[in-house]
């Protein structure tokens, strides 16, 4: 089967910084992404990582380590806006033999004044 | 980039009925997807439907209850059979431009409500 834990829930304060876990056990990897996903909305991408290391975008980074099949991603500088829903996410290549992609099970961010 | 509508944004339907999803992307894109989503859980792959073949369903999810079309490629849909209580969800419409593209794009959803 497919797995990918992450936290439930995680709550901070502005400006501080906050790390959510994914681990993950797929039969196929090509990748981690993440993305983020504020109520009522629709899920937006924020990261990928296709090697192990850090990728850094802005106040976001992600790590992936392949080896511990296991990754993180890092928010900096945290704003009340970043309170949202954040999902990992592997990249398989299905049936079909193109990618698709199968969802961790979120973790709900939220940020207090 | 691309930017994806669906409609209805949401509906209230009856069982035993079926709603037909519509989903439109501003451009041209290989691939396109159908997730479900429970609210506050996460999203779940329903089937993979690429322009002029068939789409690719995965584990759970037959042709049957969740027919898909994609008649070209900006656009698809997907239709709830004989809905019963336990469809009620979010549908989701995602596309990636090709292959190798590691970004997907996601619809707002599809509120359904199957009294």
């Known amino acids: 089967g497919q797995s990918l834990e992450q936290p439930s829930e995680v709550t901070a304060v502005e400006g501080a910084i906050v790390q959510i876990n994914c681990t993950y056990q797929t039969s196929g990897f090509y990748g981690l992404s993440w993305y983020q996903q504020h109520d009522g909305g629709a899920p937006t991408f924020l990261s990928y990582?296709?090697?192990?290391g850090l990728e850094e975008t802005g106040r976001f980074s992600s790590f992936l380590s392949r080896s511990d099949s296991y990754g993180y991603l890092l928010l900096q500088e945290l704003q009340m806006k970043d309170s949202a829903s954040y999902f990992c996410?592997?990249?398989?290549?299905?049936?079909?033999?193109?990618?698709?992609?199968?969802f961790g099970t979120g973790t709900r961010l939220l940020v207090s004044p | 980039s691309a930017v994806i509508s669906q409609k209805p944004s949401r509906d209230i339907c009856q069982r035993g009925t079926s709603l037909t999803i519509q989903c439109q992307v501003d451009?041209?894109?290989?691939?396109m997807f159908w997730y479900r989503q429970q609210p506050g859980q996460s999203l779940t792959l329903i089937a993979t439907?690429?322009?002029?073949?068939?789409?690719?369903?995965e584990s759970g999810f037959v042709i049957d209850k969740f027919p898909i079309s994609r008649p070209n490629l900006t656009f698809s849909t997907l239709t709830v059979s004989n809905m019963s209580p336990e469809d009620s969800s979010i549908y989701l419409c995602?596309?990636?431009?090709?292959?190798?593209?590691?970004?997907?794009?996601f619809g707002p959803g599809t509120r359904l409500t199957v009294t």
């Open positions: 439907a690429n322009q002029g073949s068939e789409a690719t369903y």
């Open positions: 451009s041209q894109v290989t691939m």
């Open positions: 995602s596309a990636a431009g090709d292959g190798v593209s590691y970004e997907q794009y």
């Open positions: 996410a592997v990249r398989d290549i299905g049936n079909t033999g193109f990618q698709k992609l199968v």
């Open positions: 990582n296709g090697l192990d």
